[in-house]
């Protein structure tokens, strides 16, 4: 298993180009399954997950061709096989996103139930019963999501829950409905809105993507069609985090800063200064220690989970106390106590971490449990005295392409250690 070798003590500085979305690009590689034409989808980030994601495409038959590094054509007409079976679920939750478009386009779809994240439950009974309110036929057997129908109908669903991956399940799975689909309480992050906007291009009916109500009017078919990933805002924040944690300054470049409003509030209440034009963000700590800040998740356009940890890192090196309440997943403190070992002063009350922040973390050997954990341990890593070995980093390469290089291309002292 790989291994990040970082040397702490170094103010990053520099500019970097950010990568297509991970949580967008998932979802839209899912509904390229819904077209009746091959599809060419741009801008994908070079992660495990889209590998994973287009290696399960291949399972199914779908002939998936690489034009240049990452712009991919995908031939959904050549699928003979309506099954995402255990051994690529379960590397990867979001395997799920490939329930609706099978179901929709098929009538038939059988999905292992999903491993991926230890971060608390994660349930997918939302996605299930918005299907079974749409008509499908769903039992539960062998580990696996058995669903057939014969043609979906439009339905109106209200989530109990505000669910990404299930709003865009139900959408994807309502686009060839017979009739109109309402999603009420629906995820209004922009990732939605990136698959709604690439479902359109092809021909979908979809209004309301980035509200809390969608509606989806049925369509016949979907054609072909060519579409760029938007860009991915966790990776942007994390290269922001990593400035404010070491008092540097770090320019993200090909972003929506729109799409990180709750985010940059954070970075200036913490004393960043904060700058952005059309397409990128810098944020400048000036060699100041950064202050620390209160933070509580919360659906988009809420603070996200997904940056969490990273700002949990700040806060361990920040003035002042600082607290970050966590709403949307359980369990997903695992970096508290990796930083602990590292000298953070954090202590977990419920879903509350309470910090009291020290001017400098030590080096220590600490392990990557989830995708943000593992970031967040890197950014502490970034400002700690000595060498950090961060172990088990294929957590990280689930969700960021070429960490190593673009940290090092900031300043940072870093190595991979092939393991
Ligand atoms: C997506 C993102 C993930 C992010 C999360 C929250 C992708 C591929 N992943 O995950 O990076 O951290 O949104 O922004 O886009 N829930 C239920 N029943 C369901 C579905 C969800 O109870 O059927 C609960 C979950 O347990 C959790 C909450 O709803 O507590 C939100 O989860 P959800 O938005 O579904 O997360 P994901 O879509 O899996």
């Known amino acids: 298993m790989d291994k990040l070798l970082i040397a702490g003590g170094t103010r990053l500085d520099g500019e970097i180009v950010i990568s297509g979305a991970k949580n967008a690009a998932l979802p839209i590689l899912a509904a390229t399954l819904l077209a009746d034409e091959p599809v ?7 992660l495990r997950d889209i590998t994973t994601t287009v290696g399960l495409l291949r399972r199914m038959g779908v002939a998936v061709t690489m034009h240049e590094p990452m712009r991919l054509e995908i031939d959904p007409t050549t699928i003979d096989d309506l099954v995402a079976p255990y051994d690529l679920v379960r590397t990867m939750r979001a395997s799920i996103l490939v329930l609706g478009p099978l179901l929709g386009r098929h009538g038939s779809a059988d999905v292992s139930l999903p491993g991926g994240c230890a971060i608390g439950a994660r349930p997918v009974d ?15 057997t062998d580990g696996y999501i058995r ?15 505000v669910t990404v991956t299930g709003t865009e399940n139900l959408l994807m799975a309502a686009v060839l409905a017979d009739g109109v689909t309402t999603i009420e309480n629906a995820a209004r992050e922009p990732e939605v809105v990136d698959l709604a906007n690439f479902l359109n291009s092809l021909g979908a009916r979809i209004r309301g993507a980035g509200t809390s109500r969608i509606e989806i009017e049925g369509v016949e078919r979907l054609h ?29 470049k090909r972003v929506s800063p729109g799409d990180l409003d709750a985010v940059l509030a954070k970075f200036a209440e913490a004393g960043a200064h904060i700058d952005t034009g059309d397409d990128w963000i810098e944020v400048d700590m000036r060699t ?6 209160r933070i509580t998740t919360a659906p988009f356009p809420g603070f996200p989970t997904d940056m ?4 949990v890192a700040i806060n361990a090196v920040a003035e002042g106390v600082g607290v970050i309440t966590e709403t949307i997943f359980e369990n997903r403190f695992q970096h508290v106590l990796e930083m602990q070992r590292m000298g953070a002063r954090i202590r977990l009350e419920g879903n509350t971490a309470v910090s009291e922040g020290v001017e400098q973390l030590q080096a220590a050997p600490v392990m990557a449990t989830d995708l943000r954990a593992s970031a967040s341990l890197v950014l502490a890593a970034l400002v700690a005295d000595g060498d950090t070995m961060v172990d088990r980093i294929y957590h990280i390469d689930r969700g960021y392409e070429c960490i190593e290089e673009k940290l090092a291309q900031l300043g940072a002292s870093i190595r991979r250690i092939p393991g």
Do not use: C, W
Request: positive net charge.
């Open 224 to 252: 072909g069609g060519e579409y760029d990933v938007m860009p991915d805002r966790i990776e942007a924040g994390t290269y922001l985090a990593a400035a404010a944690a070491t008092r540097g300054r770090v320019r993200a």
């Open 308 to 311: 969490q940890a990273q700002f």
């Open 147 to 161: 669903a057939r129908a014969s043609r979906l109908h439009g339905a109106r669903i209200v989530l109990d829950k």
């Open 126 to 140: 939302l996605h299930i019963q918005g299907m079974r309110a749409m008509g499908a036929d769903i039992d539960l």
């Open 288 to 293: 100041r220690r950064p202050q620390a800040v």
């Open 40 to 46: 060419l989808i741009g801008n994908l980030p070079h």
